[in-house]
């Protein structure tokens, strides 16, 4: 067979391609032969169009070079041979020391650029506040400081990170607020490094922020960034404040440690525990958390009032009308909902939610009560429960433990997961860990396949937790959310079958995904790396909150609660919200606002208000709730 014949096209292609191939002179001949064809041609046409060109052929070929030589900066001289030689070698000298010059200059203002766009040159705020790592957590943790600062000149945050400068400013310009007066400064490098930490300048920074992470070894990341810091700083103890979180309790101790004396350190997973299940029992807390640790609602402060010393706790529950008093911080030991009668210290500082530091005013309101509308019969006694766990991750065995703290003797929860997902050493681990009074039992099934979910008597329990596998390396960090998604939306089709509205509590790491979670008005969407980021930011504003909230959350202390609204009021009256105040000061209560049930399901509320005035009224529904602080 005849070999097939080239066009000529390509064989031209190919070979300008191995001639461009050859490197710099050839591109440059090239390169010299193309602005030839271009203007020596245009310069002949100028001149013989020219009326005033010369009439002899040799003075035209000279006019046509010294055209070309002044286009391409060649001097175009005329005269003799050598002459000419002459004046294009100096006209070649000075282009290329001109070009050598400009290439110079470019490339230094080039390295420049691209040293800027790494982040690699050392910021020069001071009392800026300093974010060490990315995770989920960084959107929350920025957004809310950008917030705290709002009217504040001159505010800064640094972020450093082992990512992109570029890609890091993209990110926290779509997923958070506008900056505002505060300037978001990113750094780029491993947060590990004392040398790259350096870069955010941590001796002059106001507080420092060490996010979580969700790699297999982030509490150990997190303690060698502590670390880094204190070797990054001159005179380690005597450096800012320092907020740090970490996933596991075995960390803790090295952790604050590292962190010094100033330091703060989170358990991220115990926290998020303990919400999950004061949500299981009552949905809807998560969204009384967010309003109270957001800076954009009403949040805790700490005040004194003299006027106040010596009189009963009880008291100082309605003397203030726009502010909410949750308890006494005496010494460095918050007291959350005291007994009334607890007499408060001349040293006590009043534990408020208020919307800021200047409107917490006293002004008596105890007059607004009504005691005729205050309800008289007591709470039925708590009955054993039954709780339905779809899924395990880490935290599964924290929700197991902190059921059996506070379950009734006859209670039981039943675990639905794969062989993957969970082994039975954890399940037995979890069950010594449950005691007696909790019946733990393990089902094998797919929750995201309906076969699983409609062989259980879904209207038995009591309340139902979906849990997310833990994100697994090297997979999609939305993988998670996905199957939680895929088991909420076969739930929600059993409770259309059932006609039962089922109390679903759902955990989820993308808080973008909580639009898109198909659950009823009476379930409850738990963002975890949102909450830390909300407390992480709180605490980096004012380091005495650590102790109340560390209160909040605890299994033995006093927690924030909505109970129904007829355990302190009668159904169908209408009465101002100090009635309420009074009738929780009866239990042994703080109250602090209330959920409505016909607004349950509009954003971004759905239906939760914290601290409204005592003095305003409003008809009790039978299915409003009351948020208070005390004790379970």
């Given at each position: 067979?005849?070999?097939?014949?080239?066009?000529?096209?390509?064989?031209?292609?190919?070979?300008?391609?191995?001639?461009?191939?050859?490197?710099?002179?050839?591109?440059?001949?090239?390169?010299?032969?193309?602005?030839?064809?271009?203007?020596?041609?245009?310069?002949?046409?100028?001149?013989?169009?020219?009326?005033?060109?010369?009439?002899?052929?040799?003075?035209?070929?000279?006019?046509?070079?010294?055209?070309?030589?002044?286009?391409?900066?060649?001097?175009?001289?005329?005269?003799?041979?050598?002459?000419?030689?002459?004046?294009?070698?100096?006209?070649?000298?000075?282009?290329?020391?001109?070009?050598?010059?400009?290439?110079?200059?470019?490339?230094?203002?080039?390295?420049?650029?691209?040293?800027?766009?790494?982040?690699?040159?050392?910021?020069?705020?001071?009392?800026?506040?300093?974010?060490?790592?990315?995770?989920?957590?960084?959107?929350?943790?920025?957004?809310?400081?950008?917030?705290?600062?709002?009217?504040?000149?001159?505010?800064?945050?640094?972020?450093?990170?082992?990512?992109?400068?570029?890609?890091?400013?993209?990110?926290?310009?779509?997923?958070?607020?506008?900056?505002?007066?505060?300037?978001?400064?990113?750094?780029?490098?491993?947060?590990?490094?004392?040398?790259?930490?350096?870069?955010?300048n941590p001796a002059e920074a106001g507080v420092v922020l060490v996010l979580p992470h969700d790699e297999p070894d982030?509490?150990?990341?997190?303690?060698?960034?502590?670390?880094?810091?204190?070797?990054?700083?001159?005179?380690?103890?005597?450096?800012?404040?320092?907020?740090?979180?970490?996933?596991?309790?075995?960390?803790?101790?090295?952790?604050?440690?590292?962190?010094?004396?100033?330091?703060?350190?989170?358990?991220?997973?115990?926290?998020?525990?303990?919400?999950?299940?004061?949500?299981?029992?009552?949905?809807?807390?998560?969204?009384?958390?967010?309003?109270?640790?957001?800076?954009?609602?009403?949040?805790?402060?700490?005040?004194?009032?003299?006027?106040?010393?010596?009189?009963?706790?009880?008291?100082?529950?309605?003397?203030?009308?726009?502010?909410?008093?949750?308890?006494?911080?005496?010494?460095?030991?918050?007291?959350?909902?005291?007994?009334?009668?607890?007499?408060?210290?001349?040293?006590?500082?009043?534990?408020?939610?208020?919307?800021?530091?200047?409107?917490?005013?006293?002004?008596?309101?105890?007059?607004a009560v009504e005691e005729t509308a205050i309800a008289s019969e007591q709470p039925p006694p708590a009955r054993p429960?039954?709780?339905?766990?779809?899924?395990?991750?880490?935290?599964?065995?924290?929700?197991?433990?902190?059921?059996?703290?506070?379950?009734?003797?006859?209670?039981?929860?039943?675990?639905?997961?794969?062989?993957?997902?969970?082994?039975?050493?954890?399940?037995?681990?979890?069950?010594?860990?449950?005691?007696?009074?909790?019946?733990?039992?393990?089902?094998?099934?797919?929750?995201?396949?309906?076969?699983?979910?409609?062989?259980?008597?879904?209207?038995?329990?009591?309340?139902?937790?979906?849990?997310?596998?833990?994100?697994?390396?090297?997979?999609?960090?939305?993988?998670?959310?996905?199957?939680?998604?895929?088991?909420?939306?076969?739930?929600?089709?059993?409770?259309?079958?059932?006609?039962?509205?089922?109390?679903?509590?759902?955990?989820?790491?993308?808080?973008?995904?909580?639009?898109?979670?198909?659950?009823?008005?009476?379930?409850?969407?738990?963002?975890?790396?949102?909450?830390?980021?909300?407390?992480?930011?709180?605490?980096?504003?004012?380091?005495?909150?650590?102790?109340?909230?560390?209160?909040?959350?605890?299994?033995?202390?006093?927690?924030?609660?909505?109970?129904?609204?007829?355990?302190?009021?009668?159904?169908?009256?209408?009465?101002?919200?100090?009635?309420?105040?009074?009738?929780?000061?009866?239990?042994?209560?703080?109250?602090?606002?209330?959920?409505?049930?016909?607004?349950?399901?509009?954003?971004?509320?759905?239906?939760?208000?914290?601290?409204?005035?005592?003095?305003?009224?409003?008809?009790?529904?039978?299915?409003?709730?009351?948020?208070?602080?005390?004790?379970?």
């Open positions: 067979m005849a070999p097939r014949r080239t066009p000529l096209g390509e064989r031209f292609r190919y070979w300008f391609d191995s001639t461009l191939a050859r490197g710099a002179p050839a591109l440059v001949g090239w390169l010299a032969l193309l602005c030839l064809a271009v203007v020596v041609p245009a310069s002949a046409v100028v001149v013989w169009t020219d009326p005033q060109a010369p009439a002899s052929l040799t003075g035209r070929l000279a006019q046509v070079w010294r055209l070309t030589g002044e286009t391409l900066r060649l001097g175009g001289a005329t005269g003799t041979p050598l002459g000419v030689v002459l004046s294009v070698l100096l006209a070649l000298v000075a282009l290329l020391y001109v070009s050598t010059l400009v290439g110079l200059i470019t490339t230094a203002l080039t390295e420049r650029l691209i040293a800027l766009r790494r982040g690699r040159s050392t910021v020069l705020e001071s009392g800026h506040a300093v974010v060490l790592g990315w995770s989920e957590q960084v959107f929350t943790v920025v957004g809310e400081l950008i917030a705290a600062n709002a009217n504040r000149r001159g505010a800064a945050v640094a972020l450093l990170a082992d990512r992109d400068k570029t890609v890091m400013e993209e990110a926290l310009n779509t997923r958070t607020r506008p900056g505002g007066r505060t300037r978001l400064i990113c750094r780029s490098g491993p947060p590990t490094d004392p040398a790259v930490l350096a870069l955010t982030a509490d150990a990341q997190v303690v060698k960034t502590l670390l880094a810091l204190r070797a990054a700083l001159p005179g380690h103890d005597a450096g800012p404040p320092v907020v740090a979180a970490l996933r596991d309790d075995r960390y803790r101790l090295a952790a604050s440690l590292a962190a010094g004396p100033s330091g703060i350190v989170l358990e991220s997973d115990t926290v998020t525990a303990a919400l999950i299940v004061q949500a299981a029992r009552r949905p809807g807390l998560s969204l009384v958390h967010r309003e109270l640790l957001d800076f954009a609602g009403d949040e805790f402060y700490l005040t004194t009032e003299p006027s106040l010393v010596g009189r009963p706790f009880g008291d100082a529950l309605l003397s203030y009308t726009t502010s909410s008093v949750v308890g006494l911080m005496r010494g460095h030991v918050p007291l959350l909902g005291p007994p009334p009668h607890t007499t408060i210290g001349p040293d006590d500082l009043l534990v408020v939610i208020s919307r800021d530091d200047d409107t917490v005013r006293p002004d008596d309101c105890s007059h429960e039954r709780v339905l766990l779809l899924g395990w991750n880490r935290r599964a065995p924290l929700v197991i433990g902190r059921l059996r703290r506070c379950a009734r003797p006859g209670s039981a929860v039943d675990v639905i997961a794969e062989d993957g997902e969970v082994t039975l050493q954890e399940v037995d681990d979890a069950d010594r860990e449950a005691g007696t009074g909790l019946t733990l039992t393990l089902r094998r099934g797919d929750v995201t396949s309906p076969g699983t979910l409609r062989g259980l008597e879904i209207a038995a329990y009591d309340s139902v937790i979906v849990l997310g596998r833990d994100p697994a390396p090297g997979h999609p960090s939305d993988e998670p959310d996905m199957r939680t998604l895929v088991t909420l939306l076969l739930l929600r089709r059993l409770e259309r079958t059932t006609g039962r509205e089922l109390p679903v509590v759902t955990e989820l790491i993308d808080d973008r995904n909580r639009a898109l979670a198909p659950i009823s008005p009476g379930a409850d969407v738990i963002i975890s790396g949102k909450l830390i980021g909300l407390l992480m930011a709180q605490i980096s504003q004012n380091r005495h909150l650590a102790a109340v909230f560390e209160e909040l959350f605890s299994a033995e202390g006093s927690g924030v609660h909505l109970r129904p609204a007829t355990d302190y009021v009668l159904p169908g009256h209408e009465t101002p919200f100090a009635t309420v105040v009074a009738a929780a000061r009866l239990r042994g209560e703080c109250a602090i606002g209330y959920r409505s049930h016909d607004d349950a399901s509009t954003a971004p509320a759905y239906g939760v208000r914290i601290n409204p005035p005592k003095t305003e009224r409003r008809r009790w529904d039978p299915r409003d709730e009351v948020v208070v602080v005390g004790r379970d």
